[in-house]
């Protein structure tokens, strides 16, 4: 009987089906509404919601990899992780951990600093100048021209896809300009920066 059930599990893996691109995220409706919307026939997204207690970097990472030993994942057939955090209280110490722990286990990261709404202000405006926090962006998402009803559990994906090439453009820019400086991106220092243009453009590669 065992013979049988691991012949039927073998079966089951090399039948052809889509690579699975798994977001490991802090347990916000933000992100996860968000990338929902990225969803199709040739992109299979599985989001992965981790709990507040593993909000510190490195141990989102490492929680990342607990998570995925009970789930089908197949590196060899295409499959990605990527582990999706704001700065947050994260010292460079725990950044780094996190960076380090994820480049040993062929993990990306999906970083925002000072946190995830940057994303959507690029949308709008190329921010350049420092913010304090998540509170502060919020604060200028919130101004006339933007996002003036911004709330962290609604849906803004329609309203923000015809502006998304321009806030990769600016996320790029503002990326190499971090690293022509000498910063370390996943870092406190890099404010304000988000990579989460990288994770875009990914998932539309696979649209």
Known sequence: MGRIKEISRKSAHTRKRNPVVYLICEGSETEIRYFKRFRSRGCNIDIIPISSQYKSADRLVQKAKATMGNNPYYP????SIWCVFDRDDNSNEVLLRAK???????????????SFELWFLLHFVNQQAEVEDCQALIRLLKQPGRLPDYEKNKDYFDVLKPLQATAIQRAKARADQVQKQGLEPISRQSNPLTTIWELVEYLNSKV
């Open 76 to 79: 060899e057939d295409g499959d």
């Open 100 to 114: 380090q722990s994820a480049q040993k286990e062929g993990y990306h990261l999906a970083y925002s600093n000072p």
